[in-house]
């Protein structure tokens, strides 16, 4: 435990100085408060900014900021002097992932604030099932990466599917059968009902199995390439 | 402190060390000498447990390499040429993670950092460090948790003079501490003032071991005499009686303007072992 709050603490001091990490906590919940507040046109769906921006969020921040902070470490090579250092892998990448999580779950919070709070508690429950999700496949990523442009490459078009296809899905019934298999397009449709009641098995189901993938495909990398 | 017996580990069916045999003192410093790709860094990543070897024994602190603990490892300093340090963070926050890592007062960092002349530039962004001043950084991050035992890998590559020298000073006062070092380099000079004993390694096998000046004065054949005469001139001429003669005979016809010996040096030593000169790759042929 103790090298886990190390690894959250210097992380922390890291990412205040560290633009490009910082602008992916702070962009969707800075645009949707500006959103909701400037933008008013009748008929347009209720809080339509914050439900768009959150799944968005979801899919972008946690898996760039993971897979960027992995790829970064390991190009400059002190992921080794941590590991060293007797810090153990799963040390630090747990340390990394609780850290993404609570400041997503922070930014997810700020959003939050448009919301009823009978809403709140849902919102966050689902916002943060999803954030984990997110944090495996940028977790995925980073191992796989053997330096910062490599993840850049990588997550670009992993995030481009999970982040937009729920956007695109509004306008375009084949897109949105496409994207009814990614967690963030069922988890935009629960975020729209907004209620644990009639929450569908299809969804529930969807959710699980790409949670299961994600984490999957991360013990996979993990066990073939660990840290190196 | 470091015992190693007949190491020997391949890439891909390509040997790269060869019955690697070690025994260092405790508070000495030992140093490794040879070219780029001799095996050098393999053999660190060996006795730090970063590598597995394929054959052979290690023991470090007195136990199997394989079986060290965590607090074992805390006693062990490592200071490898590509380590990187975190750009964006002060160079008293690049200490003090370490120091919170290894659980030491955080009071040590600000002392260490005056201690490797870095006390002014606390606050400064590691990625504002010249290359030097990024060095004397890496090692005060080692320094700081007082190792019984250090690994140092080229500390002094592509550093200006100056730095050199001091980081060379920082190494002396950490073994008048009683720690010992183990150091790589393929600069000779820095083996000669630094060490106790040094290992030459090619080609992954060490070719001949000893104190520094001993080991020179084993290859004491390949002194010369060098004669600059007044006519501009140079000659050299081998250490043996008709040398003498010739130097007597010239002496008397007055034509002798300098004169003085070409001592054996580690470098000379390595050339005649080897055919390879320390500091590149190019293969010499040995006249």
Redesign the interface.
């Given at each position: 435990m103790h090298n886990i709050s190390v690894i959250i603490k210097k992380q922390l001091k890291d990412t205040l100085k560290n633009k490009t990490v910082l602008i992916q906590f702070v962009m969707f919940p800075v645009l949707t408060l500006i959103f909701e507040n400037a933008i008013n046109i009748p008929d347009m769906p209720e809080l339509f900014f914050t439900k768009l921006f959150s799944v968005m969020y979801m899919g972008m921040a946690p898996l760039v900021a993971v897979a960027s902070v992995i790829a970064e470490e390991k190009e400059k090579n002190t992921l080794r002097v941590l590991t060293m250092a007797n810090v153990k892998a799963w040390e630090y990448l747990a340390g990394i992932g609780i850290y993404v999580w609570t400041i997503c779950m922070a930014g997810a919070g700020v959003m939050a604030t448009t919301l009823s709070s009978g809403d709140i508690p849902f919102y966050l429950g689902v916002m943060a099932a999803g954030f984990i999700i997110s944090i495996a496949i940028g977790a995925c990523i980073g191992i796989i990466a053997s330096n910062q442009m490599a993840a850049t490459s990588l997550s670009l078009p992993v995030m481009l599917i999970f982040s937009f296809m729920p956007m695109l899905a509004m306008f375009n019934d084949k897109i949105e059968k496409i994207a009814g298999i990614f967690y963030t397009q069922q988890i935009r449709e629960l975020l729209g009902n907004m209620t644990f009641d009639g929450i569908k098995t299809e969804t529930m189901l969807v959710v699980a199995v790409n949670a299961l993938l994600a984490l999957s495909l991360f013990f996979a990398a993990f066990k073939r390439k660990g840290l190196e | 402190m470091i015992r190693s017996n007949g190491i020997c580990k391949s890439f891909a069916g390509r040997r790269v060390l060869s019955g690697i045999d070690l025994d260092i003192k405790p508070g000495t410093i030992f140093g490794l000498l040879g070219p780029s790709g001799a095996g050098k860094t393999t053999l660190i990543k060996i006795l730090?447990d970063?590598l597995a070897f394929d054959s052979g024994d290690v023991s470090v602190l007195g136990k199997d390499v394989r079986t060290l603990t965590?607090a074992d490892?805390?006693q062990i300093g490592?200071m490898?040429d590509?380590?990187?340090?975190?750009?964006?963070?002060s160079c008293i926050?690049n200490l003090r993670?370490?120091a919170?890592?290894?659980?030491i007062d955080k009071s040590k960092a600000m002392t260490t950092l005056t201690q490797v002349g870095l006390g002014d530039s606390a606050k400064k962004?590691a990625m504002k460090l010249s290359k030097g001043m990024r060095a004397r950084l890496q090692l005060a991050?080692v320094l700081m948790i007082s190792p019984k035992l250090l690994f140092l890998d080229e500390p002094t590559s592509g550093l200006d003079p100056m730095t050199m020298k001091y980081i060379h000073k920082l190494i002396s006062d950490c073994k008048a501490s009683g720690c010992t070092i183990f150091l790589t380099t393929h600069n000779m000079e820095e083996a000669a003032v630094l060490c106790d004993e040094v290992a030459l390694l090619n080609e992954g096998k060490i070719v001949d071991r000893g104190a520094p000046e001993e080991l020179c004065r084993r290859y004491n054949h390949q002194k010369t005499i060098n004669i600059h005469l007044t006519s501009g001139e140079d000659i050299e001429l081998p250490h043996c009686d008709e040398s003498a003669a010739k130097i007597m005979s010239l002496m008397s016809q007055g034509r002798i303007e300098t004169i003085h010996s070409s001592e054996p040096t580690l470098e000379s030593v390595f050339l005649e072992l080897t055919g390879r000169r320390l500091e590149s790759d190019e293969e010499v042929r040995y006249a």
């Amino acid at each position: 435990m103790h090298n886990i709050s190390v690894i959250i603490k210097k992380q922390l001091k890291d990412t205040l100085k560290n633009k490009t990490v910082l602008i992916q906590f702070v962009m969707f919940p800075v645009l949707t408060l500006i959103f909701e507040n400037a933008i008013n046109i009748p008929d347009m769906p209720e809080l339509f900014f914050t439900k768009l921006f959150s799944v968005m969020y979801m899919g972008m921040a946690p898996l760039v900021a993971v897979a960027s902070v992995i790829a970064e470490e390991k190009e400059k090579n002190t992921l080794r002097v941590l590991t060293m250092a007797n810090v153990k892998a799963w040390e630090y990448l747990a340390g990394i992932g609780i850290y993404v999580w609570t400041i997503c779950m922070a930014g997810a919070g700020v959003m939050a604030t448009t919301l009823s709070s009978g809403d709140i508690p849902f919102y966050l429950g689902v916002m943060a099932a999803g954030f984990i999700i997110s944090i495996a496949i940028g977790a995925c990523i980073g191992i796989i990466a053997s330096n910062q442009m490599a993840a850049t490459s990588l997550s670009l078009p992993v995030m481009l599917i999970f982040s937009f296809m729920p956007m695109l899905a509004m306008f375009n019934d084949k897109i949105e059968k496409i994207a009814g298999i990614f967690y963030t397009q069922q988890i935009r449709e629960l975020l729209g009902n907004m209620t644990f009641d009639g929450i569908k098995t299809e969804t529930m189901l969807v959710v699980a199995v790409n949670a299961l993938l994600a984490l999957s495909l991360f013990f996979a990398a993990f066990k073939r390439k660990g840290l190196e | 402190m470091i015992r190693s017996n007949g190491i020997c580990k391949s890439f891909a069916g390509r040997r790269v060390l060869s019955g690697i045999d070690l025994d260092i003192k405790p508070g000495t410093i030992f140093g490794l000498l040879g070219p780029s790709g001799a095996g050098k860094t393999t053999l660190i990543k060996i006795l730090t447990d970063q590598l597995a070897f394929d054959s052979g024994d290690v023991s470090v602190l007195g136990k199997d390499v394989r079986t060290l603990t965590g607090a074992d490892k805390k006693q062990i300093g490592i200071m490898m040429d590509n380590h990187g340090v975190y750009e964006r963070m002060s160079c008293i926050d690049n200490l003090r993670i370490f120091a919170d890592i290894y659980q030491i007062d955080k009071s040590k960092a600000m002392t260490t950092l005056t201690q490797v002349g870095l006390g002014d530039s606390a606050k400064k962004p590691a990625m504002k460090l010249s290359k030097g001043m990024r060095a004397r950084l890496q090692l005060a991050r080692v320094l700081m948790i007082s190792p019984k035992l250090l690994f140092l890998d080229e500390p002094t590559s592509g550093l200006d003079p100056m730095t050199m020298k001091y980081i060379h000073k920082l190494i002396s006062d950490c073994k008048a501490s009683g720690c010992t070092i183990f150091l790589t380099t393929h600069n000779m000079e820095e083996a000669a003032v630094l060490c106790d004993e040094v290992a030459l390694l090619n080609e992954g096998k060490i070719v001949d071991r000893g104190a520094p000046e001993e080991l020179c004065r084993r290859y004491n054949h390949q002194k010369t005499i060098n004669i600059h005469l007044t006519s501009g001139e140079d000659i050299e001429l081998p250490h043996c009686d008709e040398s003498a003669a010739k130097i007597m005979s010239l002496m008397s016809q007055g034509r002798i303007e300098t004169i003085h010996s070409s001592e054996p040096t580690l470098e000379s030593v390595f050339l005649e072992l080897t055919g390879r000169r320390l500091e590149s790759d190019e293969e010499v042929r040995y006249a």
